[in-house]
Structure formats: C-alpha cells, structure tokens
C-alpha cells in the first residue's frame, strides 16, 4: 500500500505560480512512477505531467508544457509540481498518482493504469 498525500494549493492570481507536493508513505516509493492529473469541474480528469521512477524522464501535457515542471525527490518520497504563468484553465483539483514500475509498459496518461491517488488539492486561478 502506499498513501499519498496533496498539498501547496491555494488560490492565485493569472499569471502567478503556485508549487504543489505530494508526499508518499508506504511501500519502496522509488518503485512508482509518478504523475500529476487534474479535474475541473464537469470533466474528466485528464493528464498533467509524469516523471520516472528514477526521476531521468518526464512527460508534460501539450497544455502546460513549459509552464509546469514536474520532479522527484525519492530520498524524501516527494513529488513536486510547480506550476508558472498559470491561467484560468489550469484551475482544478489536482491529484498525484503512483504507478508500479513491475506494471507492463508504462503508460504515463492512462488514468486506470494507476495503483494509487491522493485525495487532491484544489488550485483556482482568478483573472
């Protein structure tokens, strides 16, 4: 089993950042792919950024590539998202998930191909 747990939201004018946590406890952390995904209200919950077990490879979402930087620090069993230049749209609940690396292929936006989520952290923007 491995708890997952969400914080550093908060409401934040457009244009300003915002940096997001997620601290794991549980079992060998370092064995977990890791990913943010988001949901705003009314819609499904989609894909944010992925990092490797290792930390040596992310993935980002065509919508915040360049904005968000996703990375892992697995020595304190934490994943991090800071998010820059953020707009309305980037508005949701976002939630960290964890993937077993002994999974098949890493398939780093299926949602259902993820074995543990947090409870989420609600991120508004204003205009």
């Known amino acids: 089993q491995v708890q997952l747990a969400e914080s550093g939201g908060g409401l934040v004018q457009a244009g300003g950042s915002l940096r997001l946590s997620c601290a794991a406890s549980?079992?060998?952390?370092?064995?977990?792919?890791m990913a943010w995904f988001r949901q705003a209200p009314g819609n499904e919950r989609d894909f944010v950024a992925a990092v490797s077990f290792n930390g040596a490879t992310t993935h980002y979402a065509d919508s915040v590539k360049g904005r968000f930087t996703i990375s892992r620090d697995n020595a304190k069993s934490t994943v991090s998202l800071q998010m820059n230049s953020l707009n309305s749209e980037d508005t949701a609940v976002y939630f960290c998930?964890?993937?077993?690396?002994?999974?098949?292929?890493?398939?780093?936006?299926?949602?259902?191909?993820?074995?543990?989520w947090g409870q989420g952290t609600q991120v508004a923007v204003s205009a």
């Open positions: 549980g079992r060998a952390f370092s064995t977990y792919h």
């Open positions: 998930a964890a993937q077993s690396i002994y999974s098949d292929l890493w398939r780093y936006t299926a949602e259902s191909r993820y074995d543990y």
